[in-house]
Every structure is written in C-alpha cells, then in structure tokens.
C-alpha cells in the first residue's frame, strides 16, 4: 500500500519561516512528482507548488513565489516545503500529493494519485 505522510506543521507568526515535510512508502519515491496543496478554513483546496521527480524543475502559485521553496531527498524518500515570510493568509490544512506524470495543469488536484492525512500550519500576527 502507498502511503504518503506528512510533518512539521505547528504555529508560527507573521515574518516567521516553518519547514513541512513529507515521506511515501509502498512505492519508488523518485518516479513520482510531488506537489503541495493547502486548503484554508472554509475555502477550497488550493495548490502550492511541485517538483519534478529529478528535483531540477519546480512551480509554485503567485502566493509563494519568492517565499516558498521545494525540495527532495530521492534516496531519504523525503520532500520539504520550506516556507518563508509566512503571512496570516497562510493559515492552511497543507497536503503532499503524488502523481506519475507531469502536466501543464499541475495545479489540478484530480492529477495526482496519492495524497497525505495533511499537517496544519497557524499564522498568527
């Protein structure tokens, strides 16, 4: 079984940085791009940013561009999302995902085939 886990949510104030992680088992960590979504309270699932299964190429949302930044460990099976300038907009249920192929629409939830429980990342000022 596939199974994906992410970490390191808690609280943080505004100006601060926070570090998300996430691991997959069940599966080759490096055939899969993974990607970051969040969800606010009471708003929809919204996507972060991705990164190529190789770690040369990455994308991110017009909110994190030049804060946020993604990272992958393929021989530790471990993905980062390194979070910087956090704003109180930030607040979010943050999710990885895990998909087989990369698409233009890499932001499209129904892409990816394996997501995790989500880890709760609080912005105070």
């Known amino acids: 079984q596939v199974q994906m886990v992410e970490s390191g949510g808690g609280e943080a104030q505004a100006g601060g940085s926070l570090t998300l992680s996430c691991t997959l088992t069940?599966?080759?960590?490096?055939?899969?791009?993974i990607v970051w979504f969040r969800q606010p309270p009471g708003k929809q699932r919204e996507a972060v940013g991705c990164?190529?299964?190789?770690?040369?190429?990455?994308y991110f949302a017009d909110f994190a561009e030049g804060r946020f930044t993604i990272t992958r460990d393929n021989a530790k099976k471990i993905a980062s999302l390194q979070m910087n300038s956090l704003k109180v907009e930030d607040t979010a249920m943050y999710y990885c995902?895990?998909?087989?192929?990369?698409?233009?629409?890499?932001?499209?939830?129904?892409?990816?085939?394996?997501w995790g429980q989500g880890t709760q990342v609080t912005v105070s000022s």
């Open positions: 995902a895990a998909g087989s192929f990369f698409s233009a629409s890499w932001f499209e939830p129904t892409l990816y085939e394996y």
């Open positions: 069940g599966a080759p960590f490096d055939d899969y791009t």
């Open positions: 990164i190529s299964w190789s770690g040369f190429s990455t």
